[in-house]
């Protein structure tokens, strides 16, 4: 069967995709489009995905758009280990955890890195600071969450971590820029600010595969 993911580079949901099927152990083919030449709107892109987005998991026959149900799909066809708990209330924390990422972080990320990588800090350094501080509350939760925790839902590694994982990546890989550093953001460098955060990517870079997933353009 030939498995293809259609990725841009640094895309977070795209990152956690790829993560999962490393962790998995699912061997695919990479197929990389250029956000600068817009690919993804390319007629024929736009056939496997009418919205033009990334990620989208191709396997024969079989076309699934959106993160959550490319994880879930994978999940359902190759069970161990599973991403999604293995019992009730371990599914909830999953979910909870996701479902927490998406409404309270991953917009004020997008707020903080978009500009920072654009070389735009000082024109919304107001707005970049404002965002800043709607993250750090947010960061000092998975802070607590993982002081007594390997993982952020559960005694093991689940798709919780596989979402907030690139998006928290996307923020450090941000703040870090020389440019950021007049901002004075207080998130990094956040072995200082968030150590159990730190630790914690530790261990997803620690994870088998892990190279074959990270963006292409920031090796
Ligand atoms: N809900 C979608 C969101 C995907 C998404 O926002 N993808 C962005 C990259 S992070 C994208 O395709 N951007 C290019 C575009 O919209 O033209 C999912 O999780 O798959």
Not at 55 to 71: F, K, N, S
Not at 102 to 120: C, M, T, Y
Not at 148 to 154: E, I, P, S
Request: glycine residues 4%; aromatic residues 8%; contains cysteine.
């Amino acid at each position: 069967m030939a498995r293809e993911l259609y990725f841009i580079s640094g895309s977070p949901p795209c990152w956690s995709v790829m993560l999962a099927l490393e962790v998995k152990g699912l061997a695919y083919t990479p197929r990389r489009l250029d956000n600068t030449k817009r690919e993804q709107k390319s007629p024929d892109y736009l056939a496997i995905n009418p919205r033009g987005q990334v990620p989208t998991l191709v396997e024969d026959d079989i076309i699934v758009c959106e993160t959550l149900a490319i994880l879930s799909y994978l999940d359902a066809a190759i069970p161990a280990p599973p991403l999604f708990g293995s019992s009730p209330v371990e599914t909830a924390r999953v979910w909870q955890t996701i479902c927490d990422c998406d409404a309270n972080l991953r917009g004020p990320v997008g707020e903080i890195s978009r500009p920072l990588f654009r070389g735009k800090a000082t024109e919304v350094a107001d707005k970049i600071k404002q965002a800043a501080e709607t993250v750090r509350n947010e960061l000092a939760l998975y802070e607590t969450a993982l002081k007594d925790n390997d993982w952020l839902a559960g005694e093991t590694l689940s798709a919780a971590d596989l979402m907030v994982f690139p998006v928290i990546m996307q923020l450090l890989h941000a703040v870090g820029r020389d440019d950021a550093a007049p901002l004075q953001l207080a998130i990094h460098p956040v072995t200082e600010y968030f150590p159990n955060i730190d630790r914690w990517t530790k261990r997803l870079e620690s994870l088998p595969g892990y190279d074959n997933a990270y963006p292409p353009h920031w090796k």
